[in-house]
């Protein structure tokens, strides 16, 4: 009886001997499978997988293939990025950590980050990266401070006839599909969650400064420099109150020929306009434009009709 029973832990405690003795290559075959959120939690599981997620051939194989390109904002180098595409002198998991934060350029109304599960580039422009109609004019809009904002500030459209807002993008991406959004939000936001919200009626709406928006759809439009194109309109008539992503288009970025490792150039010019002057409109917040890889997406999608 007793030697069944010691015959049966023998392997469970072979299987953590051979485990703990792990060839730090062997277990970096194992992390270059997964992304960089599993990689950091077994790193903490023994010895062989600590040093093999230290490992640079791991990290780099993470990293976007212009990640030298990207450094060059972190480091300063110059507005544009690494022009040459210098690889930083840091290990590839600081530079992963690094660009997993937000990177802020163009005084700061600009920003692009590494997605932590995918090492897919995003990017975020700010309302004050766009050119929108009557902007300084404070009878139609203002600028709001807002918690709930990546750069703490909004745009509120008091009432306007012509509303027209317009960015553009010029930055090299990795090859990949990616997808832009206006952030948008009918009715003033408030700093707090919950407050404010409102049902879809009409006096509702109108109680909240939101008009003009059922009369005419807005038409969103994205046009690249290599010929894509996408149009698109939809009613703003969804529940006030809540902050969604409203799907302006995608764009496909081709691998970069050229093989410099920098990503390939690409222009990206967007609007959203509803440009019917027999009405007002008004009550609509915009935060920010955002472009994320294709089915990539934190909050609520609102897609128009094409």
């Given at each position: 009886?007793?030697?069944?029973?010691?015959?049966?832990?023998?392997?469970a405690?072979?299987a953590?001997?051979?485990?703990?003795?792990?060839?730090?290559?062997?277990a970096?075959?194992?992390?270059?499978?997964?992304?960089?959120?599993?990689?950091?939690r077994?790193?903490?599981?023994?010895?062989?997988f600590?040093?093999?997620?230290?490992a640079?051939f791991?990290?780099e194989?993470?990293?976007?293939?212009?990640?030298?390109?990207?450094?060059?904002?972190?480091?300063?180098?110059?507005?544009?990025?690494g022009?040459g595409?210098?690889?930083?002198?840091v290990?590839?998991?600081?530079?992963y950590?690094?660009?997993?934060?937000?990177?802020?350029?163009d005084?700061?109304?600009r920003?692009?980050?590494?997605?932590?599960?995918?090492g897919?580039?995003?990017?975020?422009?700010?309302s004050?990266a766009l050119?929108?109609?009557?902007?300084?004019?404070?009878?139609?809009?203002?600028?709001?401070?807002?918690?709930e904002?990546?750069?703490q500030?909004?745009a509120?459209?008091?009432?306007?006839?012509?509303?027209?807002?317009?960015?553009?993008?010029?930055?090299?991406?990795?090859?990949?599909?990616?997808?832009?959004?206006?952030?948008l939000?009918?009715?003033?936001?408030?700093?707090?969650?919950?407050?404010?919200?409102?049902?879809?009626?009409?006096s509702?709406k109108?109680?909240?400064?939101?008009?003009g928006?059922d009369?005419?759809?807005?038409?969103?439009?994205?046009s690249?420099?290599?010929?894509?194109?996408?149009?698109?309109q939809?009613?703003l008539?969804?529940?006030?109150?809540?902050?969604?992503?409203?799907?302006?288009?995608?764009?496909?970025?081709?691998?970069?020929?050229?093989?410099?490792?920098?990503?390939?150039?690409?222009?990206?010019?967007?609007?959203m306009?509803?440009?019917?002057?027999?009405?007002t409109?008004?009550?609509?917040?915009?935060?920010?434009?955002l472009v994320?890889?294709?089915?990539?997406?934190?909050?609520?999608v609102?897609?128009?009709?094409?």
């Amino acid at each position: 009886m007793g030697a069944g029973a010691s015959d049966l832990a023998a392997p469970a405690e072979a299987a953590m001997s051979v485990l703990g003795d792990m060839p730090e290559l062997c277990a970096a075959e194992v992390l270059l499978r997964l992304g960089a959120p599993d990689i950091c939690r077994l790193a903490r599981l023994n010895r062989a997988f600590r040093s093999a997620a230290a490992a640079d051939f791991v990290w780099e194989a993470k990293l976007p293939e212009n990640y030298g390109y990207l450094m060059g904002f972190v480091d300063g180098d110059s507005e544009e990025g690494g022009a040459g595409g210098k690889k930083s002198a840091v290990g590839k998991k600081e530079v992963y950590a690094r660009l997993a934060k937000a990177v802020r350029f163009d005084d700061g109304k600009r920003e692009f980050w590494l997605e932590k599960s995918t090492g897919m580039v995003c990017m975020a422009l700010s309302s004050k990266a766009l050119v929108i109609t009557g902007i300084d004019d404070r009878r139609y809009w203002v600028h709001m401070p807002n918690t709930e904002s990546r750069f703490q500030s909004v745009a509120y459209l008091q009432q306007i006839w012509w509303f027209e807002v317009v960015g553009e993008i010029d930055f090299r991406l990795p090859a990949g599909t990616y997808s832009l959004y206006f952030r948008l939000h009918l009715g003033k936001p408030s700093s707090s969650r919950h407050a404010g919200r409102r049902g879809c009626g009409g006096s509702e709406k109108a109680g909240n400064g939101i008009h003009g928006w059922d009369r005419k759809p807005v038409r969103f439009q994205l046009s690249t420099s290599d010929g894509q194109n996408a149009v698109s309109q939809r009613y703003l008539d969804d529940e006030p109150g809540s902050w969604a992503l409203y799907h302006a288009g995608d764009f496909v970025v081709a691998p970069d020929t050229e093989e410099h490792g920098q990503g390939r150039p690409v222009r990206v010019k967007f609007s959203m306009a509803q440009i019917d002057c027999t009405h007002t409109k008004g009550g609509l917040c915009v935060d920010s434009v955002l472009v994320y890889p294709r089915g990539f997406r934190t909050e609520r999608v609102v897609d128009a009709q094409r």
